[in-house]
T-cell receptor, first 114, second 110 residues
Framework: GAGVSQSPSNKVTEKGKDVELRCDPI?????LYWYRQRLGQGLEFLIY????????KSGLPSDRFSAERTGESVSTLTIQRTQQEDSAVYLC????????????FGPGTRLTVT | RKEVEQDPGPFNVPEGATVAFNCTYS??????FFWYRQDCRKEPKLLMS???SGNEDGRFTAQLNRASQYISLLIRDSKLSDSATYLC???????????FGSGTKLNVKP
C-alpha cells in the first residue's frame, strides 16, 4: 500500500467492547479516508480528513463510531460498544490532495465481533 | 440511487478473451474517475485513471462518456492473473469524496 500501514491486522473482540484501529499514513499525503468493507461487499465511506480542516463525518454509521487525526499524522478509528454487524475490514487510504490524485490503501484491519 | 453502479458479475472468460466492464455514475460523482483492482482479501490498488479523451495502458483501455455518464474498462488478451474484482471510482464535486462501486468480479479461466 505504498507505505500506508494499519494496526492491528486482525482484531477479534467480544460484543460490547470498544476497539481502536490505527492508520499510519504516508508522509505528505494530506487527505486521509476510512472505509468499511463487509465480506463480499463494496467499500463504504466512513470519514475523511484533509489537513487541519474539519473532517467530513457524513459516512459514520452511528455515534458509536469516531475518528481522530492530528494534522497529517496518525489517525485512529474508534468503535464503542461493538456489535456483530461491525464485523468487516476497515481500510485506511491516503491521497496527496483531494480527489485529483489516486488513493493509496493500507492493508486493512479485519475486525471480528463475536 | 448509488453514486456509482457496476454489474457485480462474475464475468467468466477464457484466457486470451477480450472483456469489457461498464460503470455508471451520478451527477454528484462526476469529477475524476479511476479503475481500481482488488484481489481476494487484499486492499484495492489503482489500475488506471480515466481521462476525458480515453487512455490506454498496455492491454487495458479506459473510456469516459460524459453524455451518458458511464466509464468503461476494456481488457484485451486476458491473462489468468487478471482475475480480480475491478472497482469503478468517481469523485464528488469538491473532489473530497471518493465513491466506489461495489465491484465487478472477473474470472479468467485456462
Amino acid at each position: 500500500g505504498a507505505g500506508v500501514s494499519q494496526s492491528p491486522s486482525n482484531k477479534v473482540t467480544e460484543k460490547g467492547k470498544d476497539v481502536e484501529l490505527r492508520c499510519d499514513p504516508i508522509s505528505g499525503h494530506t487527505a486521509l479516508y476510512w472505509y468499511r468493507q463487509r465480506l463480499g461487499q463494496g467499500l463504504e465511506f466512513l470519514i475523511y480528513f484533509q489537513g487541519n480542516s474539519a473532517p467530513d463525518k457524513s459516512g459514520l454509521p452511528s455515534d458509536r463510531f469516531s475518528a481522530e487525526r492530528t494534522g497529517e499524522s496518525v489517525s485512529t478509528l474508534t468503535i464503542q460498544r461493538t456489535q456483530q454487524e461491525d464485523s468487516a475490514v476497515y481500510l485506511c487510504a491516503v491521497s496527496e490532495d483531494r480527489g485529483y490524485y489516486e488513493q493509496y490503501f493500507g492493508p486493512g484491519t479485519r475486525l471480528t465481533v463475536t | 440511487r448509488k453514486e456509482v453502479e457496476q454489474d457485480p458479475g462474475p464475468f467468466n472468460v477464457p484466457e486470451g478473451a477480450t472483456v469489457a466492464f461498464n460503470c455508471t455514475y451520478s451527477n454528484s460523482a462526476s469529477q475524476s474517475f479511476f479503475w481500481y483492482r482488488q484481489d481476494c482479501r487484499k486492499e484495492p490498488k489503482l489500475l488506471m485513471s480515466v481521462y476525458s479523451s480515453g487512455n490506454e495502458d498496455g492491454r487495458f483501455t479506459a473510456q469516459l462518456n460524459r453524455a451518458s455518464q458511464y466509464i468503461s474498462l476494456l481488457i484485451r488478451d486476458s491473462k489468468l492473473s487478471d482475475s480480480a474484482t475491478y472497482l469503478c471510482v468517481a469523485t464528488g464535486y469538491n473532489f473530497n469524496k471518493f465513491y466506489f462501486g461495489s465491484g465487478t468480479k472477473l474470472n479468467v479461466k485456462p
